[in-house]
C-alpha cells in the first residue's frame, strides 16, 4: 500500500483516478480549492480532503505530509491555465521535495510539445517543469477523453448542428482507463523519468462518434462537417492526435456512452 495524494482529484479525471487508487487499497489524499461535502459527486468515502491553491501554494505543505507519491491531475481554464501549469507545478514540487515525496506522475497530452497552441505550450511547459525536478518523474500522456469529443458535440446540438470535424479523427479514452494507467505508473509500472503515451481502444473519424453520440443518446441534430482552424487543427488533421500502437484503453467510444446513458 502507497500514500497518495491525488492532486486535482476533485476534478474530471482526478476524481476516476482518487476512486481507482481507494480501489487498490491505497491511503488516498485529494488536494484542490474547493473540498467536497459528503454527498457532493466529487466526493469519495474514506479520502483525506486538504484545501489547497498551488498558485498562492496556501495549504500545499500540510497537505503533502505523509504521502508516498503525488498524481498531479490539475487543470487551468482560459488564461488561468498558463499559471496553474507552470507556478503551480512549480510550488507544488519544490514543497514535495521538502517534504521528501520521492515520486510523481503527471497527466499530460498526447503530442502536446508539438502545436504553438496556447494550452498546450503551457502543458509542455509543466510537463518540462516535472522533468526538471527533484523528484522521480513519470508523464503519462494520453489521447483526448471520450468527454472532451461528447461536449463538442452537445454544444453543437443545442443550435441543431453537430460537428463532425473535418479531416479529423480521433482515438478517444474513458478517463477510467486514464486512472488506471495513472495509478499504475505511481505504484511503479514503466521506467521511470519516462515520458509516455496512451491511446483509446478504436481510432473513429469525427462523423463516426457523432453517428454513436445521436444513437446512443437520442439527441437530434444534423451531422455537419466543420473546419479546425490553427495549429491544434492541423495537429489533429495530421493524425498527431492519434497512438493506434498504444491503445491501452479498454472502454470503447459506444460502451462508454451506453454506460453513462
Ligand atoms: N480533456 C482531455 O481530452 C485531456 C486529454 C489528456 C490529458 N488531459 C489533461 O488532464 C488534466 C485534467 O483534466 P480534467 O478535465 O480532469 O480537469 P478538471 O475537471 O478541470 O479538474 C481540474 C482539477 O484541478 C483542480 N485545480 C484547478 N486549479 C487548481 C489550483 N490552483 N490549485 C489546486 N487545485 C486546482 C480543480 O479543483 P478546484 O477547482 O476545486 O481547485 C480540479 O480538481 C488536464 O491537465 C488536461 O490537460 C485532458
Given at each position: 500500500?502507497?500514500r497518495?495524494?491525488?492532486v486535482?482529484?476533485t476534478?474530471?479525471?482526478g476524481?476516476?483516478?482518487?476512486?481507482?487508487?481507494v480501489?487498490?487499497?491505497?491511503?488516498v489524499?485529494?488536494?484542490?480549492?474547493?473540498?467536497?461535502a459528503?454527498?457532493?459527486?466529487a466526493?469519495?468515502?474514506?479520502?483525506?480532503?486538504a484545501?489547497?491553491d498551488?498558485v498562492?501554494?496556501?495549504g500545499?505543505?500540510?497537505?503533502?505530509?505523509?504521502n508516498?507519491?503525488?498524481?498531479?491531475?490539475?487543470n487551468?481554464?482560459?488564461?488561468?491555465?498558463s499559471?496553474?501549469?507552470?507556478?503551480?507545478?512549480?510550488?507544488l514540487l519544490h514543497?514535495a521535495a521538502?517534504?521528501?515525496?520521492g515520486h510523481a506522475?503527471l497527466?499530460?497530452?498526447?503530442?502536446?510539445d508539438?502545436?504553438?497552441?496556447s494550452?498546450?505550450?503551457?502543458?509542455?511547459?509543466?510537463?518540462?517543469?516535472y522533468?526538471?525536478?527533484?523528484?522521480?518523474?513519470?508523464?503519462?500522456?494520453?489521447?483526448?477523453?471520450?468527454?472532451?469529443?461528447?461536449?463538442?458535440?452537445?454544444?453543437g446540438?443545442r443550435?441543431?448542428?453537430?460537428?463532425a470535424?473535418?479531416?479529423v479523427?480521433?482515438?478517444t479514452?474513458?478517463t477510467?482507463?486514464?486512472?488506471?494507467?495513472?495509478?499504475?505508473?505511481?505504484?511503479?509500472?514503466?521506467e521511470?523519468?519516462?515520458?509516455?503515451?496512451?491511446?483509446?481502444p478504436?481510432?473513429?473519424?469525427t462523423?463516426?462518434?457523432?453517428e454513436?453520440?445521436k444513437s446512443?443518446t437520442?439527441?437530434?441534430g444534423?451531422?455537419?462537417p466543420?473546419?479546425?482552424?490553427g495549429?491544434l487543427g492541423?495537429?489533429w488533421?495530421?493524425?498527431g492526435?492519434?497512438?493506434?500502437?498504444?491503445a491501452?484503453?479498454?472502454?470503447?467510444?459506444?460502451d462508454?456512452?451506453?454506460?453513462?446513458?
Amino acid at each position: 500500500m502507497s500514500r497518495v495524494l491525488v492532486v486535482g482529484g476533485t476534478g474530471l479525471c482526478g476524481r476516476q483516478v482518487t476512486l481507482e487508487a481507494v480501489r487498490r487499497g491505497h491511503e488516498v489524499s485529494v488536494a484542490s480549492r474547493r473540498v467536497p461535502a459528503e454527498g457532493d459527486p466529487a466526493y469519495v468515502a474514506g479520502v483525506r480532503y486538504a484545501m489547497v491553491d498551488l498558485v498562492s501554494a496556501h495549504g500545499l505543505e500540510a497537505a503533502l505530509d505523509l504521502n508516498d507519491v503525488l498524481i498531479d491531475t490539475t487543470n487551468g481554464m482560459g488564461r488561468s491555465s498558463s499559471t496553474v501549469f507552470t507556478v503551480g507545478a512549480l510550488n507544488l514540487l519544490h514543497a514535495a521535495a521538502r517534504w521528501g515525496i520521492g515520486h510523481a506522475v503527471l497527466l499530460s497530452i498526447i503530442n502536446v510539445d508539438k502545436s504553438s497552441y496556447s494550452y498546450y505550450r503551457a502543458k509542455a511547459a509543466q510537463e518540462q517543469i516535472y522533468r526538471e525536478s527533484a523528484l522521480e518523474t513519470r508523464i503519462v500522456r494520453t489521447t483526448q477523453f471520450h468527454d472532451l469529443v461528447t461536449s463538442f458535440f452537445e454544444r453543437g446540438a443545442r443550435f441543431g448542428m453537430i460537428p463532425a470535424l473535418s479531416g479529423v479523427r480521433f482515438q478517444t479514452i474513458a478517463t477510467a482507463d486514464v486512472a488506471r494507467i495513472l495509478v499504475d505508473a505511481a505504484t511503479g509500472v514503466g521506467e521511470p523519468e519516462a515520458t509516455e503515451t496512451f491511446g483509446g481502444p478504436q481510432v473513429l473519424t469525427t462523423r463516426q462518434m457523432a453517428e454513436q453520440w445521436k444513437s446512443r443518446t437520442g439527441r437530434r441534430g444534423l451531422i455537419v462537417p466543420a473546419p479546425v482552424p490553427g495549429s491544434l487543427g492541423a495537429l489533429w488533421k495530421s493524425g498527431g492526435n492519434l497512438a493506434p500502437d498504444r491503445a491501452a484503453g479498454t472502454i470503447s467510444y459506444a460502451d462508454w456512452l451506453t454506460s453513462r446513458a
